[in-house]
């Protein structure tokens, strides 16, 4: 019986149509898209340094493919129920779509209206943004795809990151379609403009393996037609093996990085600090940095972290047993992005007393059991980032008795 929602007259058509992206700038914070992450706040001593990691996602697995071509097939990583058949492995598509069936040919179709049976047409598939791109001028890979999470609420997520669009290379598209661990899909369009290559044609929807049973979008004219979208989000949920409900629902891109289509910037308010992944700070006072994530040419995230400055390096300590300020150790070094790290304390005539290789380490007062005398220390620290950036420090302490 074939699905009312779908339309009688499904056919199969060659055309090409085209996008025109706008570039635009969209500011969320972290309580809305927690993916992205500054990291954690941090205490140091004044002037110590710190790490700074930003980070967004797991880094996507890259397709690399060729105009009108379908690749694969890949595991999913969990089974998937689609139309009640359950699947371990999918194909992609570069013109937009995925299929739990592998059929090469059916990549020359580049859009086309559903319900289709027609032997060319792609069944068994999820069209996120049908329409024929262009990986020649975009440069593969532009598609980029990661499972994520834990059992039983694993995702698979396909990306199509700054898909230009054939005849429109100004054009490019940003979506993805999103596999919920048991039989739920998801749609997120971050932006999907139009061109006039052959009517801007383009579809939005699901269709079985017979090519005679579709899902498309309620209230929307989206099934071979001309359309936009932006910031928008799409849920389809089995209301039996033969037929979905399909809902709106609020537009968020799942966390997985795409290759090198995305970049990091940090601030201090105003001020430029970095390019760069990582940043390695030194600050006297306690200061917030701004991180910048911007993903696809398009999509930006903000976050922020403050690195809090606690009163300066101890110059002076008491090792007498009381329980108080009985231990010399440096605050803030944050292990987890430390690759080598020494701390070194000579006496006033140039002798080592102490040395350690364990950041969370602290110096006692002793030499080798040895009570040291009272007197002016120096200690000097060095350590290397998973950067490889080589960082030092030096100052003096008190010993008190």
Known sequence: MRNVKCEIQGLFAGFKPALLFLLFLVIISQHSFAQFSAGVDDTINPGVPVTLTATFGKVATGVYTQDNRVEGPFDIGFT?????????????????????????????????????????????????????????????????YQTIGEAPHRRLVVMWCQCQMYDCPSSVATFQIVLIEGDTIENHIFSKPSCGWKDNRGTLGLQNETGFLCDTIPNKNRNWTSWTASQEGWRYVPASADNY???????????????????????????????????????????????????????????????HVIPAIP?????????????FRIVGLPS????????????RWGQLVFTTQDILDSWDGTKSGAVCQEGVYFWVIYYEDNKKAKISNRGTVMLLR
């Open 80 to 144: 998937f129920t689609f139309y009640g058949k359950k699947h371990t492995t999918f194909s992609i598509c570069e013109n937009g779509w995925i299929s739990f069936t592998h059929q090469p040919f059916w990549g020359a179709t580049s859009n086309m209206r559903i319900p289709s049976a027609a032997p060319t047409s792609p069944k068994d598939c999820i069209l996120g943004s049908m329409q024929d791109f262009n990986p020649i001028t975009a440069g593969s890979p532009y598609i980029f």
């Open 245 to 307: 409900t399909v809902t709106q629902i609020p537009y968020r891109l799942e966390p997985i990085t795409p290759g090198d289509k995305i970049t990091y910037h940090w601030y201090q308010g105003s001020e430029f600090l970095s390019d760069q992944k990582n940043l390695v700070v030194s600050p006297m006072v306690t200061t917030t940095y701004t991180a910048v994530c911007n993903l696809c040419s398009g999509q930006e995230y903000v976050d922020h972290v403050t690195v």
């Open 336 to 347: 987890e992005h430390i690759t080598h790290f020494n701390l070194q304390i000579f006496s």
């Open 315 to 327: 110059d002076a300590f008491t090792p007498n047993g009381d329980g108080l300020n009985d231990k």
